[in-house]
């Protein structure tokens, strides 16, 4: 892709409105010291040290945050809690400038990924409020809302067990301009494209991602696929066409989390903003490179990153 060709994107990417419905969440990281020779007086354990508090938003509030952090105007559909968290995804979402009126404040403890990390390698995660039955209290009046706009593109997002988001919901999502990313419910997903990643692909077909089990698995859904592939890029395939886009070489330590929601974020922006299938890919790329060299954080990639990144490689 030439420079002219990406700052074109770049620009019409400014002018998109785009919709995230499903699960979102905090990321909290803490960096955490647990031999410290000091001991409660009152329980006699060893005290552990926690330093660095800083939080992210996460799940479907991070596919949200990396399309903000490109210039897409973004509405977000989901629920949260009344309680710390919670406040702190509403400031966050206010400070990214994404519209929060479809996030429903409802008695739950705010879905939350609390992230020790011991240097920049994380530790056992302690999850807050992933597994509420009340997810569910207002998703019939949010797919009403989301379905009557007419967004440049819309993006469905399940991540926890009991999920924002239905079979029935996602059934009724009848839109071209439109992906999901789902954990369990991808069957669900027959009128738009489906993004999964190589684990999610082999663990549905008990077959590895090949070019031919994709472009298979793609003509049987009659609908497009996403598939990423860690190292080796990603691939899109429809009934009509199959694309392979490498992944640049890597160096030095990375940090995948998160990437698979950039790619979402980054192939829906360029999509809306009228990009080829493989100009998105090629954009996803640029923007999950730059992610997963950022350590110890959920990453995101901005215009000005992706430029200086795209000229440094000399993408032709």
Sequence with gaps: MHLERLENLLA????????????????????????????????????????VPRAYLGGAGNVAKNLALLGVQVSAFGVRGNDLFGREMAHQMQSLGIDAT???????DTPTYTKPMNGIVEQNRIDFGTRSANFKSHTDELVDVLKADAFDWIILNEQFSISLLQSHHIEAVHKTN?????????S???????????????KLHSKPATKEHIQAWATHRKQPVLVTLGEKGMVYASEQEYHHHPAFPVSGPIDTVGAGDMVVAGFSAARAAGATVEEACELASLAVHITIHQLGVTGSASP??????QDGHSIA
């Design 178 to 186: 439109a992906i999901a990313d789902l954990r369990s419910l991808g």
């Design 188 to 202: 669900h997903a027959k009128h738009m494209l489906l993004k999964v990643n190589e684990a999610e692909f082999t």
């Design 102 to 108: 479809n996030i429903k404040e409802i008695a739950i």
């Design 12 to 51: 019409q990417i400014q002018q998109l409105r785009i919709a995230v419905m499903g699960d979102f969440a905090l990321d909290f990281y803490y960096d955490i010291q647990t031999a410290t020779g000091e001991f409660s007086i009152e329980t006699a354990k060893e005290v552990h040290l926690a330093s």
């Design 304 to 309: 000005e990153a992706i430029r200086q990144l």
